[in-house]
């Protein structure tokens, strides 16, 4: 079994002191390739250093996150467009709306995440996207940049059907993380996951955060890590009534062709 996860923030501070022994315990777990999430000036640039660090292995975003939207400045503007343009980025983001928490104001992330989509535009590449109790501004402007954008994944999803129906009328990939595995909230997803085209659904982690609550035992430490991966397709197989195998070579397949990726 070979798994891509498609969304992990390798660069946060959690992995500082043990990344070699957790890359290891992704690969023993099948997990070949990974991209690691842009969301700042500074994780964006990281991120792109670790991928060309790890060639073949790890890939890269470049973005701002709608929290740090405030902080888009021309420089930053410059320097996503920079970053990507290098071999190592295959997407732009993550960017996108977030009204849950409005670290930024409003109208700051509309801005912003336009910018980011024309970024996409004008270098060619997918984006990776947020959105968060957001849709209805969030689908609006996405509809409008769609048609020039060679590709578009709303990463993390965890809304509705009726959000759901809109990004795959918009011809977007879905990614889908260990909230599947949360009985509180994210039960819904059990039965939605069914209605993603294999070659629309990818799996992702989202790393250090978003720790499956049906691992056991759950680790003491509480951060999710990419070898998690197989246990999240693991459960998506059963919601999707098809065998983990099957759905970790569709997931590979389609992440391999949205980013662009070669055989591991």
Request: a negative charge; charged letters at 25%.
């Amino acid at each position: 079994m070979q798994l891509i996860d498609i969304g992990a923030n390798l660069t946060h501070e959690s992995f500082h002191h043990d990344f070699d022994d957790v890359m290891r315990r992704a690969k023993e777990r099948g997990v070949v390739q990974l991209m690691v999430t842009g969301a700042s000036r500074e994780g964006s640039t990281h991120a792109v250093a670790l991928a060309e660090a790890h060639p073949g292995v790890l890939y890269a975003t470049a973005g701002v996150h709608p929290h740090h939207a405030i902080d888009y400045d021309d420089a930053t503007d410059a320097l996503l467009r920079e970053l990507a343009t290098h071999e190592a980025v295959r997407a732009v983001g993550e960017t996108g709306l977030d009204y849950n928490r409005n670290y930024s104001p409003r109208d700051v992330q509309l801005a912003v995440f336009e910018r980011q989509l024309q970024i996409a535009v004008d270098v060619a590449k997918p984006v990776f996207l947020h959105q968060r109790d957001a849709h209805h501004d969030f689908i609006a402007v996405l509809r409008r940049y769609r048609d020039r954008l060679p590709g578009a994944v709303v990463h993390c999803f965890t809304d509705s059907g009726a959000a759901l129906r809109d990004y795959l009328a918009l011809d977007c990939h879905v990614g889908i993380t260990g909230w599947i595995c949360d009985e509180r909230r994210g039960t819904h997803l059990r039965e939605l996951v069914k209605d993603i085209p294999a070659n629309r659904l990818m799996i992702e982690t989202d790393a250090p955060y978003l720790l499956p609550r049906t691992v056991r035992p759950q680790p003491a430490h509480r951060r999710n890590e990419p070898m998690f991966l197989r246990h999240i397709c693991e459960e998506i197989a059963r919601d999707r009534g098809e065998p983990a195998e099957l759905t970790a070579a569709n997931s590979t397949a389609t992440a391999r062709a949205f980013f662009g990726l070669p055989d591991a």
